[in-house]
């Protein structure tokens, strides 16, 4: 009896401490998903300014210095810190998979939106952007693994849905050629965040973004150089802080948040808080540029923010935990 005892109190305690570990293993994985909202929240945050900057920027410096300018100012800063950390260089396969974040997140999306800006509003290039969780979940599905649920896809066609319409209305029934630039950012941009999602896991976040920096900022220097003008240096004030923005957030520390938050929480699910990002430009538009917000603009914000909570919790699965399950 005493050896039967002893058996099944040490089987007892085994298992104990197996649902223990269970649990505690259940609780930082919430931990760390909620982190990783919070994170992307942040992120989406830093962007919002991203337009209503530009905006005022590319007003005095032209669409090439604000568009490739930008990163060729926050390459300066990135390597002071690459050096200091010491950091080794990415593995070939690595720097592959780089150059598609900077395709997307140094060259195409600050380019297209710095042309954009020229001709369109920042309440209309804004809400353009609220596609974007749905182009980054989309290339979640190819480039990291994630197979979003029934749930997670209704939210998203609901906020598209009615970012959509919200163009149209803006557009007077038809979009413009700048609506394409934005809707080609839009996509490059998805690209660049799945990838970039998926590569801070072995990479680290912010060194994501600060090597795809230093991969595209020698390229940009010599345009760059030539665009600029000695008119530029009597820029007012707030086209130099909309500028130094640009390069330092927008660029770089948006982006440490911004794929921290998709490495923690999963990238479709943080995708999902980009749908508040276009709505945040148009407060800060009205704010800083004096745009006015009107009636149906807060009706489709509504719309946005309940397709947001309602696929905040959405499952997301992986291709792998699939198989197994199978």
């Known amino acids: 009896m005493l050896i039967i005892s002893e058996f099944f109190g040490k089987k007892w305690y085994r ?18 998903e909620k982190l990783g909202l919070f994170l992307g929240l942040v992120g989406v945050i830093c962007f919002s300014l ?32 690459l050096i200091v950390r010491k950091e080794k260089l990415p593995s070939p396969r690595q720097f592959k998979r780089l150059l598609i974040v900077a395709a997307g997140a140094v060259l195409g999306f600050p380019l297209l939106t710095s042309w954009a800006m020229v001709s369109l509003p920042v309440s209309h290039g804004a809400v353009e952007l609220a596609l974007l969780p749905l182009a980054t979940a989309g290339f979640a599905m190819f480039r ?25 209305h803006l557009g007077f029934g038809e ?19 799945a990838e970039g999602g998926k590569l ?44 130094i923005y640009l390069a330092v957030v927008s660029q770089f520390l948006a982006y440490v948040a911004w794929y921290s938050g998709m490495a923690m929480g999963g990238i479709a699910r943080v995708s999902q808080i980009q749908y508040l990002q276009p709505f945040l430009m148009i407060l800060f538009a009205t704010v800083f540029l004096d745009e006015s ?18 696929g905040k919790n959405a499952p997301v699965s992986k291709k792998g935990a699939l198989k197994k399950t199978n």
């Open 200 to 243: 801070a896991k072995e990479l680290g976040s912010w060194q994501v973004i600060a090597w795809a920096i230093m991969i595209g900022a020698p390229f940009f220097v010599i345009p760059v150089g030539l665009n600029l003008t000695s008119e530029m240096l009597h820029a007012p004030i707030q086209a130099w802080v909309s500028f």
């Open 293 to 310: 917000i009107t009636l149906f603009t807060l009706v489709i914000a509504v719309i946005v923010v309940f397709s947001v909570i309602f």
């Open 50 to 81: 991203t337009l209503p900057s530009t905006s005022i920027a590319v007003e005095y410096f032209g669409t090439t210095v604000v568009g490739l300018g930008r990163t060729v100012a926050a390459a300066i800063l990135v390597a002071v810190v």
């Open 144 to 168: 990291a693994g994630e197979i979003p649920s029934l749930k997670f896809w209704i939210s998203s066609i609901i906020g598209s849905l009615a970012v959509i319409m919200y163009a149209i």
């Open 15 to 32: 298992c104990d401490l197996k649902y223990r570990k269970l649990g505690l293993d259940k609780m930082q994985g919430e931990t760390r």
């Open 175 to 193: 979009l413009k050629f700048a609506d394409l630039a934005l809707l080609a950012a839009v996509l490059i941009l998805g690209l660049s965040y």
